[in-house]
């Protein structure tokens, strides 16, 4: 009589948590089309008032652009292209300064934090030339760039390379300060050396703070690849928004910008990507958990 009891439960425990996991899924389903249906509706408010705005004579469309004029501009840029060449050209230049920039200031950044962070000495040492570095302007280190390497792509990386490298140190850095001390020396304890500490215990440890910072990271890659072409290029989206600019052509000011954005936007869903790879050993967080 148990038996049969106990049986007839077990089918019962399994149909209830196959109808928790389909309400859990069905719940995560509405979320994310309460959040598109978010997303959408505060795009399509922006620009509708803005069009409206700027047709009813509200705002000056000479000096804000008209997001019709936007789309009629980015039409004309892919298809006519500009001075400087195709707007394809453009973009892939404007890539290809702020990923070389971008992977530069990533690993120096890493190696930087991970040194500085074990030893005392070298950031008690360095620390001061490090912030009084990053305490210089940005736009001036573009100038001396450009003034020691010419108009070409080199300053243009450098000049991103220097935005990711603070960003990218400063939290590794700080990843490292924060790795478990028992665990470290539960690891020396075991004959583990130097190097194998690093690779398996420190780094693994501070990859959140790294990954975290990589988000922010290549948006500041873009900037620096932009105002290094802003202060002096043959090619580039930057050059592409300084002559808009010196032309009164808002549009084409905002379509620019537009196509960056898209980019960034690319960028940050192929780091959410790795992050998910390189994490994936990690269990998710309160909020993450309930967020499933």
């Given amino acids: 009589m148990s038996t049969t009891s106990t049986a007839s439960a077990v089918p019962v425990a399994d149909g209830g948590q196959a109808s928790a996991a389909a309400a859990a899924r069905r719940a995560a389903r509405r979320r994310v089309a309460l959040v598109w249906a978010g997303r959408i509706g505060l795009a399509a408010f922006v620009v509708g008032g803005w069009q409206a705005f700027t047709a009813w004579g509200v705002v000056d469309p000479f000096f804000f652009g008209q997001p019709s004029g936007i789309a009629r501009r980015l039409v004309d840029l892919f298809r006519d292209g500009t001075e400087f060449g195709s707007f394809y050209a453009n973009i892939w230049t404007t890539i290809q300064e702020a990923l070389a920039g971008f992977a530069v200031g990533a690993v120096t950044g890493v190696v930087f934090g991970v040194v500085l962070g074990q030893s005392r000495y070298l950031s008690d040492v360095l620390g001061p030339y490090i912030k009084m570095v990053n305490?210089?302007?940005?736009?001036?280190?573009?100038?001396?760039?450009?003034?020691?390497?010419?108009?070409?792509?080199?300053?243009?990386?450098?000049?991103?390379?220097?935005?990711?490298?603070?960003?990218?140190?400063?939290?590794?850095?700080?990843?490292?300060?924060?790795?478990?001390?028992?665990?470290l020396a539960n690891a020396r304890v075991l004959g583990a050396s130097q190097l194998q500490i690093i690779r398996h215990v420190i780094v693994p440890s501070a990859l959140t703070w790294i990954i975290a910072s990589l988000h922010s990271a290549f948006g500041f890659a873009i900037v620096g690849a932009l105002v290094g072409e802003v202060l002096g290029a043959q090619s580039g989206l930057g050059l592409v928004i300084k002559t808009a600019q010196n032309n009164f052509d808002p549009n084409g000011v905002f379509a620019t910008m537009l196509v960056i954005a898209v980019i960034v936007l690319g960028a940050e869903w192929l780091i959410g990507k790795l992050e998910h790879r390189l994490l994936s050993w990690r269990p998710p967080a309160p909020t993450e958990a309930n967020s499933l």
């Fill in 135 to 183: 305490a210089i302007p940005r736009i001036v280190l573009g100038s001396i760039f450009i003034v020691a390497f010419g108009i070409g792509v080199t300053p243009k990386i450098l000049l991103a390379a220097v935005l990711v490298f603070f960003i990218v140190f400063f939290n590794a850095f700080q990843g490292v300060r924060e790795v478990d001390r028992n665990i």
